[in-house]
């Protein structure tokens, strides 16, 4: 079983916005920090975008999305999302869920639970 799955990705043009959604099958997850995370067409390694803490008090993003994202958690359903806004086509990639116990981290090494991702695609 999937410990993590994404859903809310597509197709949207450069200025839109897009909310992804991310649902835990496990109970445990939810006191867990979580964080997003994507990797582009042919890039080796996935890029940190935005994390939050088990609480939902703590939050950081990637330079390149501050403004834009906002990452939020309904640690009650179980579901962490993130809201895109004014989005760029360099913000096509494929976005994944993350999950990790302890504080929350932006190097994706530290995240041990991980969904299959969902495909953001902006076009111009």
């Known amino acids: 079983q999937v410990p993590l799955v994404e859903s809310g990705g597509g197709l949207v043009q450069d200025g839109g916005s897009l909310r992804l959604s991310c649902a835990a099958s496990?109970?445990?997850?939810?006191?867990?920090?979580k964080g997003w995370f994507r990797q582009v067409p042919g890039g080796k390694e996935r890029e940190f975008v935005a994390?939050?803490?088990?609480?939902?008090?703590?939050?950081e993003y990637a330079e390149s999305v501050e403004g834009r994202f906002t990452i939020s958690r309904d640690n009650a359903n179980n579901m962490v999302y993130l809201q895109m806004n004014s989005l760029k086509p360099e913000d096509t990639a494929v976005y994944y869920c993350?999950?990790?116990?302890?504080?929350?981290?932006?190097?994706?090494?530290?995240?041990?639970?991980w969904g299959q991702g969902t495909q953001v695609t902006v076009s111009s």
């Open positions: 496990d109970a445990t997850f939810a006191k867990y920090a």
């Open positions: 993350a999950a990790k116990d302890g504080y929350y981290s932006n190097w994706e090494g530290d995240f041990d639970s």
């Open positions: 994390a939050i803490s088990w609480t939902g008090r703590s939050t």
